[in-house]
C-alpha cells in the first residue's frame, strides 16, 4: 500500500460512520447563513433594490433576507437528498454528488443574468451568492472525518 492510500484508510465521509443526523441540518443552516450574509452585505452597498423582482417561492416578488435565505435552505435540502441518493447508490458518491453540483450551479448562474432590470452589482451579489451557497453545501457534505 501507498502511502495515499493509507492516509485515505483512516479519512472517513462523515455520512458513513452515524454523523449523518447532524451534518444535515447543519448544512442547511450554514447555506442560509451565507446566503444571509451575502444578502446583508450587498444591501449595505445598495447592490439589492426593492424595486426589482426575482423569480421567488411565490412568483415575482423584491428579493428580500427572507427570500435568500427559504431560497438557500430548500437548495441545500434538495442537495442532502440528493448526496444521500449517492452515498447510497454509487460507488465514488462524493466526485459524483461534486461533478453534479457544479453543474448545477453553472445552470443556476442563468438566473441571476436573466433578471429584467437588475444592475451590474445585483447580478454579482447574486453570483456571489450562489457560489458561497454551494461552497458550502459541497464543502460540508463531502468533507472528510478522521476518527
Not at 421567488?56 to 448526496?83: D, H
Request: with cysteine; glycine share 6%; hydrophobic share 55%.
Amino acid at each position: 500500500m501507498d502511502a495515499v492510500e493509507i492516509r485515505y484508510q483512516h479519512c472517513h465521509h462523515r455520512w458513513s460512520n452515524g454523523r449523518s443526523f447532524w451534518i444535515a441540518p447543519l448544512t442547511a443552516i450554514a447555506a442560509g447563513c451565507v446566503s444571509a450574509l451575502v444578502y446583508l452585505v450587498a444591501s449595505a452597498v445598495d447592490a439589492v433594490p426593492q424595486d426589482v423582482l426575482v423569480s421567488g417561492l411565490a412568483g415575482k416578488e423584491p428579493l428580500t433576507l427572507g427570500l435568500a435565505v427559504s431560497s438557500s435552505t430548500i437548495a441545500a435540502t434538495l442537495a442532502i437528498a440528493v448526496f444521500g441518493l449517492m452515498e447510497r447508490f454509487s460507488k465514488q458518491p462524493i466526485r459524483l454528488f461534486r461533478i453534479t453540483a457544479i453543474v448545477v450551479l453553472l445552470v443556476s448562474l442563468a438566473s441571476p443574468l436573466s433578471i429584467s432590470g437588475a444592475s451590474g452589482a445585483m447580478i454579482a451579489a447574486l453570483i456571489a451568492m450562489h457560489i458561497a451557497v454551494a461552497v458550502t453545501i459541497v464543502g460540508l457534505l463531502t468533507a472528510p472525518t478522521h476518527r
